[in-house]
């Protein structure tokens, strides 16, 4: 699986947007864009995923550059239940079957 | 509610000796993992099944023994604990095959070997 960098932590506060990034420049055609975020004590949930073009759900909004070397989680109003570690994985949904591969993720604290 | 289940929530086992963490699913899900997280660290990738009869190895199998005897139930062997296994034990479960699937995910299993 292709790999990609996060920054270590990240701070919001409160009721603002908060912007994610994730960068993957060695990202391949079949590969999805997948983000997890993990509360405190507890396991991996699942956000949102992408392939080419902008999704979003009633949790966030998910920004994907044109070539796809890069991605962007947003949160449009942060909570202090956001307040998460943040993982950004690529995955190979077209080929099927291959792991789910985590690396450090952000840590995203939000600042009442 | 369905979901993924996980026991014990917490061990504390002694160097040496053997357990098994249990992992169970109601979603009818083919695909079954085991990860592990260290403090500060991202889920490390133990063992995975993509089906009754079917394990692999994943980043650090070395400790740890599997087997997939039917869909429900994804059991994980510790064959003598160590030290360096104190963690906390997350298992996955998702739809298999191509396209996209989401995981979900037991709430762990602390474990502490002393």
């Known amino acids: 699986d292709a790999k990609t960098t996060q920054p270590n932590s990240m701070e919001s506060n409160e009721e603002e947007p908060v912007h994610l990034p994730c960068n993957h420049s060695t990202i391949s055609g079949t590969d999805y864009i997948h983000w997890y975020r993990q509360l405190p004590s507890q396991g991996p949930e699942y956000v949102i995923h992408g392939l080419t073009s902008n999704v979003n759900n009633r949790m966030a909004s998910l920004a994907i550059a044109e070539d796809r070397k890069s991605s962007t989680l947003i949160l449009h109003r942060a909570t202090l239940r956001d307040a998460a570690v943040y993982y950004c994985?690529?995955?190979?949904?077209?080929?099927?079957?291959?792991?789910?591969?985590f690396g450090k993720g952000t840590r995203l604290s939000v600042i009442a | 509610n369905a979901g993924v289940t996980q026991t014990p929530k917490f061990q504390v086992l002694k160097t040496g000796q053997s357990m098994t963490l249990q992992c169970a699913q109601d979603m009818n899900h083919e695909y079954m993992s085991w990860y592990r997280q260290d403090p500060g660290m991202g889920l490390r990738l133990i063992h995975y099944s993509v089906g009754a009869g079917i394990t692999d190895q994943g980043e650090v199998p070395n400790g740890y023994n599997v087997s997939r005897s039917t869909t429900e139930d994804f059991p994980l062997r510790l064959l003598s604990a160590a030290p360096s296994q104190t963690s906390v034990y997350f298992c996955?479960?998702?739809?298999?095959?191509?396209?996209?699937?989401?995981?979900?995910f037991g709430s762990g299993t602390r474990l502490t070997v002393v």
């Open positions: 996955a479960s998702s739809y298999s095959g191509t396209g996209f699937y989401r995981y979900t």
């Open positions: 994985i690529l995955r190979d949904d077209i080929s099927g079957n291959t792991p789910l591969v």
